[in-house]
């Protein structure tokens, strides 16, 4: 029977599983205990870093927040719901940013600095290479995070495969982005003549754009809601529930809005990866601080400190730690036996991800989401390859039937 296209997929949403308590427990222990080392490293100022952290991949979780699945939705379903929140995410987001900016508003003595990049080939091809691998490791390997059969093993995989290729990145870094031809960092508010005001309203036309745009699309194609997701009515759905679109959108931009005071610089997720799988080399006797990566100081004074001297550390263990407690709290923290291809294919995207997302200087959040608010024009090069490597595995992936298979395995 066709599919009516104004009703959401499956009939109704799926029911929440009663909280894990001791995996919530040791999570809140593992809170506890990072808090305190966090202390004892830089007072207070690491210590509202971590729980800033926690409220993200509290948030996280809670908002269901995807990028690769973005696309691939526009092109399977015409459903873009989740790209108007996007754009609303990163209007708020660069509200936030400007004034930081233009007044230098920062905590604790610290000084804000954008998230611009140079643009350089190491730009481009990172970028479409890390695209690419979101799509393999997020898309065609487990459907989402969020599913249960296998979704959170394939996960592990992925995550795996991120650690060794932001570890290849960085070994890569100084031929792709030093060597090759490349231009100097360019904000749209300080090297345009706009200022932040000007470079405000330009991006803000762009998100309305956008959105209008997608909004006549959806009128056109009538697509099927988005699949519905576990909830709770009341309080519960805080803590339990899935959010609407918008009110994930919102606190994502204020949280990052907040790190941003906080530590100098907005939230990025990449360069931890990178940090910690170099320390894991340097550990057992490989050289890498002759690696050109390494070259710029402030990453070079993060490789000889311990990890809890790095604030980009301590800021993603909060967001481990909180996105493990909102898994907990749902239930949702298991794991099952996948087929070895699907376990390679999700540790090959990831591999490729991380290798691309050190190449170009960040990934979804440190290139995309603080870099587009922070009016760097790396960031939109930086969306616009990664979009085209969506499509592009996407692309491949219907080729060979991987999306199709995939999708029968999970019914």
Not at 24 to 37: K, N, P, Q, R, S
Not at 153 to 176: K, N, P, R
Not at 343 to 369: D, E, K, Q, R, W
Request: glycine residues 12%; neutral net charge.
């Amino acid at each position: 029977m066709a599919q009516n296209k104004d009703q959401p997929y499956g009939s109704a949403a799926p029911k929440l599983r009663d909280p894990q308590n001791l995996l919530t427990l040791l999570g809140v222990a593992a809170a506890i205990t990072l808090t305190y080392f966090a202390y004892q490293a830089s007072g207070l100022e690491f210590v509202f870093i971590l729980w800033t952290g926690i409220l993200i991949g509290f948030t996280l979780f809670h908002a269901r927040f995807g990028f690769a699945s973005v696309y691939r939705q526009i092109v399977e379903s015409g459903n873009t719901e989740m790209l108007r929140a996007h754009m609303f995410m990163l209007g708020i987001a660069a509200t936030f940013f400007a004034p930081i900016l233009m007044f230098d508003i920062g905590a604790f003595g610290s000084m804000p600095s954008a998230a611009l990049s140079p643009i350089s080939i190491g730009l481009v091809v990172g970028a479409f290479t890390f695209g690419f691998g979101m799509e393999m490791g997020s898309g065609l390997a487990p459907a989402s995070l969020y599913q249960a059969k296998g979704g959170r093993s394939a996960m592990i995989c992925t995550l795996l495969g991120f650690l060794a290729g932001s570890v290849l990145g960085a070994y890569h870094f100084g031929f792709w982005n030093e060597t090759l031809p490349e231009i100097s960092e360019i904000s749209l508010a300080t090297d345009t003549g706009l200022g932040y005001i000007g470079a405000w309203v330009v991006q803000v036309a762009i998100f309305a754009f956008i959105v209008v745009i997608s909004y006549l699309y959806k009128k056109r194609k009538r697509p099927p809601l988005l699949p519905p997701l576990p909830s709770a009515a009341g309080w519960r759905r805080i803590f339990f529930g899935t959010w609407p679109l918008w009110v994930g959108a919102t606190v994502l931009a204020f949280l990052n809005a907040i790190v941003f005071i906080l530590q100098g610089e907005p939230w990025k997720l990449t360069a931890a990866f990178t940090l910690w799988g170099s320390k894991l080399l340097m550990n057992v006797g490989i050289d890498v601080i002759h690696w050109e990566y390494w070259a710029a100081e402030e990453r070079l004074i993060a490789l000889q400190q311990p990890i809890i001297m790095d604030s980009t550390s301590v800021l993603n263990f909060g967001v481990i730690i909180g996105t493990f407690l909102t898994l907990t709290l749902g239930g949702l923290i298991r794991f099952s036996k996948i087929p070895i291809y699907l376990a390679f294919i999700a540790l090959g995207g990831g591999l490729l991800m991380g290798y691309g997302a050190t190449l170009s200087f960040g990934a979804n959040v440190g290139a995309y989401f603080s870099g587009i608010a922070s009016f760097s024009l790396h960031a939109w090069i930086w969306a616009s390859m990664a979009i085209l490597g969506v499509y592009t595995a996407y692309g491949v992936g219907k080729r060979l039937n991987l999306v199709t298979k995939q999708r029968e395995e999970n019914e």
